[in-house]
């Protein structure tokens, strides 16, 4: 989930970027657990994770643009990815959340928050 092109973070190609890029699925799954999401609640995300994926993967793939260029342009997407989910949380599951994109996790890296690990 969480996603500021985590292969950009590792220093990655946008050519080798794809493969280190979580799917929407995989980000839902990690996103299912840690918060512990409802159906209805997944239902409300899912496409949310879906824009900010696909928007991510054409941003790592435009070879025109160098790495900072593309952490910017990424940020206000994940900026308002982040809103629109945290609109669909409880106070309970936004702290799960927050506790969740500040610690170490080895599922996803980097945050919605636009803040890098």
């Given at each position: 989930m969480f996603a500021i092109t985590m292969a950009?973070?590792?220093?990655?190609?946008?050519?080798?970027?794809?493969?280190?890029?979580p799917s929407a699925k995989?980000?839902?799954?990690?996103?299912?657990?840690?918060?512990?999401?409802?159906?209805d609640q997944q239902a409300k995300i899912k496409p949310v994770l879906e824009q900010l994926h696909d928007v991510t993967l054409r941003l790592m793939e435009d070879n025109s643009l160098s790495r900072e260029e593309r952490l910017?342009?990424?940020?206000?997407?994940?900026?308002?990815?982040?809103?629109?989910?945290?609109?669909v949380l409880n106070e309970g599951q936004k702290k799960k959340l927050d506790e969740y994109e500040h610690g170490p996790h080895s599922?996803?890296?980097?945050?919605?928050?636009?803040k890098t690990q």
């Open positions: 950009e973070q590792q220093g990655t190609t946008a050519g080798s970027a794809k493969g280190n890029l995989e980000q839902l799954e990690v996103l299912s657990q840690k918060p512990n999401l409802a159906g910017a342009k990424v940020r206000p997407w994940r900026y308002d990815a982040d809103k629109k989910i945290r609109a599922e996803v890296r980097g945050s919605l928050s636009g």
